[in-house]
């Protein structure tokens, strides 16, 4: 079920965007502002590049994918429920005592979930992992990690990096979310991460930049990735923090809170516009 | 008995993780830049594709240890046991332990008996930070024969280990075709004087004191307590109900460790006062691992005292 059409992956990136609203609204917590940032970027990856089957979520030669920033989890259960993991109306348990959407997710508990996330800085090692599995097995299937920007201050990212490089891990590619904000305030303030794409570049990564929320980018993002040979792949998507929804766009105050009644049927409105 | 041999359980822990590697193919080596130390060079010798050298990287190390446990390796990640749980401690317990996945910490260089490395690089409270966490299996194995069967037997079971290895060699105390069980303690004796509940380099001390105790007319038994967790109550209750004192020993901070744990179990199961020998709150030192035990008091004189003898 590959979606090539640029409308088509559209619509999906913007009904994913609703369920993000109201998971986070029927959850009464959780973290809309990125979820909401890297929504295109998780409908491309699901719908138009991944090589997966929602029948069999272990399948041995599925690619992977590992949601390093898992706190964006509400985007990633969205995705998952709309791509046929499982069905949609389990979304609205999200965060709730019976429910196996936990706050972060859980690869024992939700399907299709490759990996258990929520503290930073840990998933690209792990993708790392996961990669020199898919070279030594030659399985042939491709691993993705989208990583926070805030995140990348985690020292661990930067010891992944040397791992992904010293394994000329083409196979894996590495996306970073990069809205500019983290919970204390814009990053260049909290704790300025400078060239992103020199950093990137210097640890032996082939660096694409796109804007993450156009979903031609993104496409194109992963193509050329793809042809990469030798090295791994970063891409820093330059996106928009709580995109979709004007009160939240660029507000690092929509990080990790609920809407409120009114604020959530003004969410819906644009967004169902 | 062989005490007149001696091997560190490192040592036994590099053997016998190339030999695993002979059997099982799935079976990979992680380090981080310590394969010398931690003897993990041996393995990366005889199959240096499946052996990965992470760099000074240690939580890198484990994180990607649970990516390969994802794909269906079986992963044994090694480094000095201060960089494992203490420094990674975040990355086992996010990684690996809450997803439950198939990765082996096997830690070196546990204990003030690192010797003259001093104490930054002297684990104490390791059993302390590992045997709280959930799903996570851990082992201390007191001599070569036992290390090379927990090594092996870990590989078998489908969920996260910890094995505390040491850096100095000790005796080897149990013969080749000695029977162990994981999740079982092993009793040595039946002395009714008094149970000395031992772990990891510790043993061979308990089972000197029993000797000289013996000499003495004092008998002892020394229970091994070669798994922490889970920890075999039966053993520990029964003796102590069959013994008068009740002392234990270990290379480790007196708080969390194989002291607590033994208290833990009697406090609810059958109350009765217990001595802990271990570090009492205090950092290491330099020193040989020989010298540091007499002077932390936690070799076989330090026992003998503690039976006023």
Not at chain 1, 5 to 11: Q, R
Not at chain 1, 225 to 240: D, R, S, V
Request: charged content about 25%.
């Amino acid at each position: 079920m590959k979606v090539t059409k640029i409308e088509a992956l559209e619509k999906i990136a913007n009904e994913i965007r609703i369920d993000i609203i109201k998971t986070v609204y029927n959850a009464g917590s959780g973290h809309p502002g990125g979820s909401l940032s890297c929504a295109d970027i998780l409908t491309v990856l699901y719908f138009n590049q991944m090589n997966i089957n929602p029948q069999e979520p272990k399948a041995e030669g599925r690619d992977r994918f590992v949601l390093s920033k898992g706190h964006c989890c509400p985007a990633l259960y969205s995705t998952l429920a709309k791509r046929g993991y499982f069905k949609e109306d389990i979304l609205q348990t999200f965060r709730k005592i019976d429910s196996n959407l936990q706050g972060h997710p859980d690869m024992n508990k939700v399907p299709g979930v490759d990996m258990t996330t929520g503290s930073l800085g840990q998933g690209l090692s792990i993708a790392n992992g996961m990669a020199i599995s898919s070279k030594m097995d030659s399985m042939g299937y491709r691993v993705y990690c989208l990583l926070g920007d805030g995140e990348i201050q985690e020292g661990q990212v930067w010891e992944a990096a040397m791992t992904s490089s010293k394994y000329k891990l083409d196979n894996l590619c590495v996306i970073v979310d990069n809205n500019n904000l983290q919970i204390d305030g814009d990053i260049q303030s909290v704790k300025g991460l400078n060239k992103i794409e020199q950093k990137f570049e210097s640890f032996g990564f082939n660096v694409i930049s796109i804007d993450g929320n156009n979903i031609e980018q993104i496409i194109d993002g992963f193509d050329r990735a793809k042809m990469t040979k030798g090295m791994p792949t970063a891409i820093i998507a330059k996106t928009i923090k709580g995109k979709g929804v004007s009160f939240m766009e660029n507000n690092v105050a929509w990080h990790g809170k609920a809407p409120k009644e009114d604020e959530y049927k003004l969410a819906i409105s644009e967004l169902e516009k | 008995m062989r005490l007149d041999k001696k091997i560190a359980t490192r040592q036994s822990y590099g053997e016998a993780i190339k030999d695993l590697g002979k059997e099982n193919e799935n079976i990979i080596v992680l380090d981080a830049d310590l394969s010398t130390a931690t003897k993990t060079e041996i393995f990366a010798k005889e199959y240096p594709n499946r052996f990965f050298d992470m760099g000074i990287s240690e939580q890198d190390m484990i994180s990607t240890a649970a990516g390969f446990a994802t794909c269906g390796k079986i992963p044994y990640a090694s480094t000095f046991a201060v960089f494992a749980a203490g420094r990674a401690y975040d990355q086992i317990r996010n990684s690996v332990c809450y997803p439950n996945l198939n990765v082996k910490i096997c830690a070196t260089h546990a204990g003030i008996t690192v010797g003259p490395d001093g104490a930054t690089h002297q684990m104490l409270e390791d059993i302390a930070m590992m045997r709280t966490l959930p799903n996570l299996k851990v082992f201390s194995p007191s001599d070569d024969v036992q290390t090379r069967f927990i090594i092996k037997e870990i590989s078998k079971i489908n969920g996260p280990c910890y094995v505390r290895l040491a850096r100095t060699a000790t005796p080897v105390i149990y013969d080749e075709n000695e029977q162990f069980e994981l999740g079982k303690a092993k009793q040595i004796g039946k002395g009714e004087d008094g149970t000395i509940f031992a772990t990891g380099v510790c043993v061979a001390e308990a089972l000197k004191a029993k000797e000289i105790l013996e000499k003495k007319g004092v008998f002892v038994r020394v229970v091994d307590i070669y798994t922490i967790k889970p920890i075999d109550k039966e053993t520990i209750i029964r003796c102590a109900k069959e013994t008068n004192k009740i002392i234990t020993i270990e290379d480790h901070s007196i708080y969390g460790g194989l002291g607590s744990a033994i208290c833990e179990v009697l406090s609810e199961e059958y109350p009765k006062k217990v001595t802990r020998l271990g570090i009492n709150d205090t950092f290491g030192k330099s020193g040989n691992a020989e010298e540091l035990m007499k002077y932390f008091k936690i070799d076989a004189e330090a026992i003998v005292k503690n039976f006023g003898m």
